[in-house]
């Protein structure tokens, strides 16, 4: 799960992090009030208007403006709010800004970025930190990969003094920069631990010339399946800055993800619906979704999964690929017997079943009068689906 960047800066202030703070608007009515409440609770007299969405690189496609005056201010936050804004995050067809942020303008000495995630291959959390705050992580990597510093902290430990100082050191901190430095990634790293985050962003982090340090930015990921620990964060979430079809998804506890091709893919099984849309592609095809049904599929499972995908008027061809380890196939079968006849399904459906219960299951297919194409073995299957797909948009 995602927040925006007013909320990250949220929980940053509740572990002691030093922000840049500002208010938050969705209604143009207010752009005039909320500049003043910051001018006034600042003592600001420049400002910085900031588009809310899921997306980094909003300074790129205009969705960050630096204005002198109040009057720029408000023009600024006037066109932000409201428009369609592109960045190399959003799709091709950007994301509407349905929020903004009117924070105060800081005067910037120097840029710096810092980062918490777990480093799966080496099972330790790794922080990363950079001179080269403003830019993407991804550029620093591949330009500049010696600007990045990686320091791995055990989780049984936590974060050590001596490696705080050590990346202090290696930014070039001094002085009481470096006291705040250390100070602000020790509290950032108690805030990643304890919010269950995926990864924590600072990006930029900075010394003004008031020699304080500060975050600009902030973003945060959670990790979904320690939510329920979290009631807090999870009101925090927007569905409108998701697809629409993935938050229906959700409402059933199924795992979809929106693609950009034709097949349509219901799959029981991660790793299964990643090799099903891999044989895919091998065979010519493009998957059209993600959508792990789980290991717990039923009739309604099923239901639901199919007008998920039917949702998308892209899908020309649906491939059920199953394997009946702890859902019976008897089971599925049932439930795509009943999803063809209530949806009255126009496009081909190719199925394929194995495991346990699975000639039943292929005798009720087989005997349900519905129109499905029986596949032998998952590669026949994407054979058959890619080529169903392919006459059907012919």
């Given at each position: 799960m995602k927040i925006h960047e007013y909320q990250a800066k949220e929980i940053l202030k509740k572990y002691s992090i030093p922000i840049q703070d500002g208010v938050v608007v969705d209604n143009a009515d207010a752009v005039e009030s909320a500049i003043n409440q910051v001018s006034t609770t600042f003592n600001a007299s420049q400002f910085v208007i900031k588009a809310q969405v899921h997306a980094g690189g909003r300074g790129k496609g205009g969705g960050v403006k630096f204005s002198s005056s109040k009057e720029k201010a408000i023009e600024n936050a006037k066109n932000i709010l409201g428009m369609t804004l592109i960045t190399p995050q959003t799709s091709a067809e950007g994301q509407l800004v349905q929020k903004i942020m009117v924070a105060e303008a800081l005067d910037i000495a120097k840029e710096y970025y810092v980062a918490i995630t777990l480093d799966r291959a080496k099972s330790k959390n790794v922080i990363m930190a950079s001179t080269e705050g403003g830019m993407e992580i991804e550029e620093v990597a591949e330009h500049s990969p010696e600007k990045i510093i990686r320091v791995w902290v055990e989780p049984a430990h936590g974060l050590q003094g001596f490696q705080a100082r050590y990346i202090a050191f290696k930014l070039g901190f001094e002085g009481e920069q470096f006291k705040q430095f250390t100070k602000l990634l020790s509290n950032l790293y108690k805030c990643y631990i304890n919010t269950d985050a995926s990864i924590v962003e600072v990006n930029p982090l900075v010394i003004t010339e008031q020699g304080n340090v500060v975050a600009l930015d902030a973003k945060f990921n959670f990790d979904d399946n320690a939510l329920y620990r979290h009631p807090d964060i999870v009101e925090m979430r927007d569905t409108n800055e998701e697809d629409p079809t993935e938050v229906e998804a959700s409402k059933f506890n199924l795992n979809y993800i929106k693609l950009d091709g034709n097949v349509g893919c219901m799959v029981n099984g991660a790793g299964l619906a990643m090799a099903t849309m891999d044989i895919i592609k091998l065979k010519g095809g493009d998957?059209?979704?993600?959508?792990?049904?789980?290991?717990?599929?039923?009739?309604?499972?099923?239901?639901?999964?199919?007008?998920?995908i039917l949702s998308d008027p892209n899908v020309k061809a649906v491939l059920i690929n199953i394997f009946g380890g702890i859902v019976r196939c008897d089971r599925v079968a049932n439930g795509i017997i009943q999803a063809v006849k209530e949806l009255d399904l126009k496009i081909p459906v190719v199925v394929r079943l194995e495991g346990t219960n699975a000639e039943l299951a292929k005798q009720l297919l087989s005997e349900s009068g519905v129109a499905i194409i029986p596949a032998s073995g998952l590669a026949d299957a994407a054979e058959k689906v890619v080529a169903a797909a392919q006459g059907a948009k012919n």
């Open positions: 998957p059209a979704n993600f959508l792990d049904v789980g290991g717990g599929a039923n009739v309604e499972t099923v239901k639901n999964g199919f007008r998920i």
